[in-house]
């Protein structure tokens, strides 16, 4: 909204002084993410400020609109979180991916099955890294034709035995990467649909 759709200039005041502070919080996002969260607040602003036009004064309606949005901070987490998610899906950056999530964790987000896998994939590679140490006790054991476990036994009996030897390294390498891929196409398919979702019932 610009100074010339208002009428009163403490309306504008009440309103500049709130994009201000909505610029603050998402000012670490790149600019056409800054651009866009700008433009879609704007847009819900204008929508709600004209619909009570004819009924009370800029100022109390200005307020209402604020008020009814709430504190830039309470819907603004979850958003850049988002953002930086979108981004980091985009470059394949795993430990930016579960920075992302682990966000929005904490701010409501339901990725509890995705951070998961994610910590499942980071979980191989230190086992990559236990075979290298811990030759002995890292690896695909059985006992008497039973499966014991596959990763790192502290304690193992003697009559156990380790399939796959070093061949453990590769096997746990190729399986991680096409995981790593394959989650991360999912996870960005996911947040495709929730951006068209958020865009279609016009939500900041």
């Not at 403490?10 to 993410?33: F, G, H, R, T, W």
Request: glycine residues 6%; charged residues 20%; positive net charge.
């Amino acid at each position: 909204m610009k100074r010339s759709d208002f009428d009163s200039i403490e309306a504008y005041k009440i309103y500049a002084n709130y994009i201000a502070q909505v610029n603050d919080i998402i000012s670490m996002l790149p600019k056409d993410d800054v651009l866009d969260i700008i433009n879609e607040i704007d847009s819900h602003i204008y929508e709600s400020f004209i619909c009570n036009k004819p009924i009370i004064s800029e100022e109390e309606r200005i307020k209402t609109v604020i008020c009814n949005l709430g504190a830039p901070q309470s819907y603004l987490k979850p958003v850049i979180a988002e953002r930086q998610l979108r981004k980091a899906i985009n470059k394949y950056n795993i430990l930016g991916i579960l920075r992302g999530i682990f966000t929005l964790l904490l701010t409501g987000g339901q990725y509890v099955a995705v951070i998961l896998a994610y910590l499942f994939i980071l979980s191989g590679g230190f086992l990559v890294i236990a075979k290298v140490f811990y030759p002995a006790k890292t690896g695909l054991f059985i006992e008497d034709g039973n499966f014991i476990g596959l990763g790192y036994l502290a304690q193992i009996n003697t009559e156990a035995i380790e399939l796959l030897g070093y061949w453990l390294i590769p096997v746990l390498i190729v399986s991680c990467v096409i995981f790593y891929f394959f989650m991360t196409f999912i996870l960005k398919k996911i947040m495709g649909i929730k951006i068209k979702l958020n865009l279609k019932n016009r939500r900041i």
